[in-house]
């Protein structure tokens, strides 16, 4: 699924950067120390290409995993719970960071902290192509999405910081988010086929020559952004965040596998939520917090924050399950899987495209909920299924699904940048992106929870997908109530 909801921050003001040449225009003049003059021409399209392949790369991994599942816990031993870890170590570091490393590329700069990133996801991404067990592909995995959550507010900061013109940004930002979106949809199709023609450590092996282009094109070419010294970084904020967020997916994950009754499991919900009450009231106290809790005061950011949640617990937690039945429980093979999720996530790029012209007939939050109501009616359609269910009887379902979701994303962000002020519109996409990969990992936490036992992994299956009409239903209402209301 397209991936917009991403930090914006305002470029800095322009000026001359370099001695051996005069500037051609006023726009140039009285630069900012430690900021240099954008690229442009032939440099500012490389630039693009460095930052689309930053972003284009975090979002192939979200998608490409999935499908390597099954040859992952035959290969390193384990059952599902190993394999949700495999899966949220990435996604909790990604969605914990992604904010903190927005302000840090704000203080030291941009192209600083992107390259930082890129060296941190190439890294890790060889580090989960060798891991010799589950623990250090896990281990692996969380670091790889640290490098992600570095990359993609960074690779924006310097798109904005390159494109200086209205328009031409306008059509950088589309070029890059239609690459990043490719990619998502991309992912399970290019995991099977390198899985078939490679093995499963190929999917990791992949970003290594990718990162070290994106690396070498960024040096090259990328300029530098402002460093603002006085934009503080949350560091307490931080680590209460990923903490608590990283404490209640742990705990949910082990809930499936020993019983929510038990003693551990109960502790666990309860250290979940002092965590999360300690990053409250961190974030109260705090003159620079990671998360203004101040934006909630809105009502429809509230509200589009929350249907971001719920979609993605949906959506992300069907995919994971999804990419079991078809391998453990219709013995289809992972090149097979990936062709599987192909009309499933390609209908979400022209879903997207279409989204623009529905909101403008019917309005943007009536766009939402019926991308809800739409997705909802698909996962209804898929209850009757069971083990050797022929694909032809899904595929129809399976692309309602897609489509519903694809409607409903670009209304839900534009609702959401709608609701702030615009000066606040980076910090406030920034959460919605951190609130829907949230949304991914409890998802995956626990939907995988109702199929961790073999002998029920159908009866876990079908409760998934009734959980995800009533999570889908309740987000098309509350979007369709809530807009009624506004601030």
């Excluded at 099954?70 to 719970?81: M, P, T, Y």
């Excluded at 990359?151 to 306008?170: E, I």
């Excluded at 949809?185 to 190929?202: C, D, E, F, K, N």
């Excluded at 995956?444 to 073999?454: D, R």
Aim: aromatic share 6%; charged share 10%; hydrophobic share 55%.
């Amino acid at each position: 699924m397209r991936e917009a909801a991403i930090e914006l921050r305002p470029f800095p003001a322009t000026a001359e950067a370099g001695q051996d040449r005069k500037p051609d225009d006023q726009e140039f003049r009285n630069q900012p120390i430690g900021e240099q003059q954008p690229p442009r021409g032939l440099p500012a399209s490389l630039t693009l290409f460095a930052m689309s392949l930053g972003y284009g790369v975090v979002q192939l991994d979200v998608t490409i995993v999935n499908t390597a599942l099954d040859r992952i816990g035959s290969a390193l031993g384990g059952g599902v719970s190993e394999l949700q870890w495999v899966v949220n170590a990435y996604t909790i570091a990604f969605a914990a960071f992604i904010l903190t490393s927005g302000a840090l590329g704000d203080r030291i700069g941009a192209k600083r902290v992107f390259m930082a990133g890129f060296a941190i996801f190439t890294t890790a991404s060889l580090a989960c192509a060798l891991a010799p067990n589950s623990a250090a592909l896990i281990a692996a995995r969380a670091v790889q999405g640290l490098g992600a959550a570095v990359l993609v507010p960074n690779s924006l900061a310097l798109l904005n910081h390159a494109y200086r013109d209205r328009q031409a940004r306008g059509r950088a930002v589309g070029i890059w988010a239609a690459g990043a979106s490719l990619a998502l949809t991309a992912g399970p199709l290019a995991g099977g086929a390198l899985i078939a023609l490679i093995g499963w450590r190929s999917i990791f092996l992949v970003n290594v020559p990718i990162g070290i282009a994106g690396l070498w094109l960024s040096w090259r070419y990328a300029t530098e952004t402002t460093r603002n010294r006085q934009r503080e970084v949350d560091l307490p904020g931080q680590c209460l965040a990923i903490a608590a967020l990283g404490c209640l997916a742990g705990t949910i994950i082990e809930g499936g596998a020993v019983g929510l009754h038990n003693s551990y499991v109960i502790a666990g919900f309860a250290a979940s939520a002092l965590l999360a009450l300690l990053f409250i009231v961190q974030e109260r106290r705090s003159s620079h917090p990671m998360l203004p809790l101040s934006l909630f005061g809105h009502r429809l950011f509230a509200l589009t924050s929350l249907v971001g949640l719920l979609v993605n617990i949906a959506f992300y937690g069907l995919i994971f399950v999804f990419s079991l039945y078809f391998q453990r429980v219709n013995g289809l093979t992972p090149l097979q899987t990936g062709l599987a999720f192909v009309p499933m996530m390609g209908i979400v790029l022209p879903a997207n495209l279409v989204a623009a012209r529905i909101s403008e007939r019917i309005g943007a939050p009536a766009a939402i909920a019926a991308g809800g109501v739409l997705a909802a009616a698909g996962c209804v359609t898929l209850l009757p299924i069971e083990p050797g269910t022929p694909y032809v009887e899904m595929l129809a379902q399976l692309m309602i699904i897609g489509g519903g979701l694809g409607l409903l994303v670009p209304p839900l962000t534009a609702t959401l940048l709608g609701s702030v002020e615009t000066s606040r519109s980076g910090i406030a996409a920034g959460v919605l992106n951190a609130t829907r990969q949230t949304g991914s990992v409890l998802g995956v936490a626990l939907f995988g929870s109702l199929v961790g036992q073999p002998d029920a992994f159908m009866r876990g299956a079908h409760l998934a997908l009734m959980i995800s009409v009533v999570l889908l239903l309740i987000a098309s209402v509350v979007i369709w109530r809530g807009a009624a209301t506004r601030d």
